[in-house]
């Protein structure tokens, strides 16, 4: 553990965390008054019946939980938020708990308003939100400077850069008190959300690299690199230019 945010908490006892607990329980109750205070201005202008309205957080705070302050890894108390949403055909009262990504209100939003999004972005409208055939995400990644996870609705998989690897059943264990992680009846689950949490991060990857890719970018059409379809014999000689590369048979000798 590091300090975090000039707070030194090597020692943490009890009563420091409820006098921090109550600083941020003003924070949450200064921005129920000014949500309060939109939302009462878009009701005297008569806009509030047709304006969708989220309300949510990028993440949250431990405030002590597991003895820890801050952010930075994949407790829930740091990675579940609240989401409240209201606008024009979304049902009032509605409770839901599937998966979602945060990410997930930019393309609720641009469905709302009847844009399709880019086919490059990852995210998916929420359940709920008055959309047809819209269902939640079958897991959720996270992913920081120092750590991974991977959770389906009921396990969730933390790796860290120090080696430390977390597994809790969150159906049983809401709180995450019981690291499963390397429990033989587990070793199953631990395999299936580390295949899947790979296959994310390399799909990820080649996504945000695409147009440095080689095949994609302008290097394929470098003479010194090679043109596409062009073949480098092997054994080859040594080169300075791109005449060690071979046309294919079929390909004109205009090219």
Not at 89 to 108: F, K, M, N, P, S
Not at 142 to 167: I, P, Q, S
């Amino acid at each position: 553990r590091r300090p975090w945010n000039g707070v030194d908490y090597a020692e943490f006892p009890d009563d420091t965390k409820h006098t921090v607990r109550k600083h941020y329980s003003g924070l949450v109750q200064q921005i129920d008054f000014e949500v309060g205070a939109i939302l009462d201005a878009l009701r005297k202008k008569g806009l509030l019946e047709n304006t969708y309205v989220v309300i949510s957080s990028d993440h949250g705070d431990y405030l002590g939980d597991h003895n820890l302050i801050g952010k930075a890894s994949f407790y829930e108390s740091a990675i579940r938020v609240p989401m409240f949403v209201q606008g024009p055909g979304i049902e009032a009262g509605q409770t839901i708990d599937g998966l979602v990504d945060i990410r997930d209100v930019t393309a609720t939003m641009l469905g709302w308003a009847g844009v399709d999004q880019p086919d490059w972005y990852d995210a998916q409208p929420l359940p709920g939100d008055g959309m047809p055939g819209v269902s939640g995400r079958d897991n959720i990644f996270g992913f920081l400077a120092d750590g991974w996870m991977n959770f389906d609705g009921r396990y969730k998989l933390h790796k860290y850069r120090t080696g430390e690897v977390l597994l809790f059943d969150m159906l049983n264990d809401p709180q995450e008190q019981v690291n499963l992680y390397g429990t033989p009846e587990f070793a199953d689950v631990v395999r299936r959300l580390e295949t899947e949490l790979m296959q994310e991060l390399m799909s990820s990857i080649e996504s945000s690299m695409d147009d440095r890719l080689a095949q994609n970018g302008d290097m394929s059409q470098d003479p010194t690199f090679g043109y596409e379809s062009w073949t480098r014999p092997w054994p080859n000689t040594p080169r300075t230019t791109a005449a060690t590369y071979e046309k294919p048979k079929s390909q004109e000798d205009s090219r």
